[in-house]
């Protein structure tokens, strides 16, 4: 069945740094991807979207390319900052269903 | 612009307990959903609805009931709660197919069982 795999569970950064999470996904049917950013107590808020092989796609300083070829939706940031301390999930929509798969999560800490 | 106002937003049961939480949505959604938040296990799908009075189990629907009495409302109910159980339920919407449109979510509810 489908399937999303974030590989880091926890990234603790310095304010300033470069910044990727992994995700990587499975599917046999053609893949929405997703980007969800979830602050503490908060409710999760869309942060990316994308289903176009090889284009970047950017929101809010973040951005991601989603590459088929590689099953892969990597999350980047050139210079992250306190406040993007949070909860950030990978997840997919396969074409033709309703359901959301969503990664276990990678938690970024930005310190000062 | 929407919101999703998810009730109670903490609930303290007892082993055994029936509970409910309920879920509102004023976008004008379609399609509703139930999502069970673990640590370190992301979004789990427990039960979701496409349209008013149609239910969909998840993965994740064994101990739970859902309803879906009108477009804007959508009810879980842990048919049994268990010792020491601890999760967040989240409850979201969207337009209609997950492809296109994104799914908004509500604050959720956060349970524990005593």
Known sequence: ?112 | GGIITQTPKFLIGQEGQKLTLKCQQNFNHDTMYWYRQDSGKGLRLIYYSITENDLQKGDLSEGYDASREKKSSFSLTVTSAQKNEMAVFLCASSIARLGEDTQYFGPGTRLLVL
């Not at chain 1, 980047?76 to 900052?81: F, G, H, L």
Request: with cysteine; net charge neutral; proline share 4%.
């Open chain 1, 1 to 112: 069945g489908d399937s999303v795999t974030q590989t880091e569970g926890l990234v603790t950064l310095t304010k300033g740094l470069p910044v990727m999470l992994n995700c990587t996904y499975q599917t046999t049917y053609s893949p929405f991807l997703f980007w969800y950013v979830q602050h503490l107590n908060e409710a999760p808020k869309l942060l990316l979207k994308s289903s176009t092989d090889n284009k970047r796609t950017e929101h809010q300083g973040f951005y991601a390319t989603l590459h088929k070829s590689s099953s892969s939706f990597h999350l980047q940031k050139s210079s992250v900052q306190l406040s993007d301390s949070a909860l950030y999930f990978c997840a997919l929509a396969s074409s033709g269903s309703w359901q959301l798969i969503f990664g276990s999560g990678t938690q970024l800490t930005v310190m000062p």
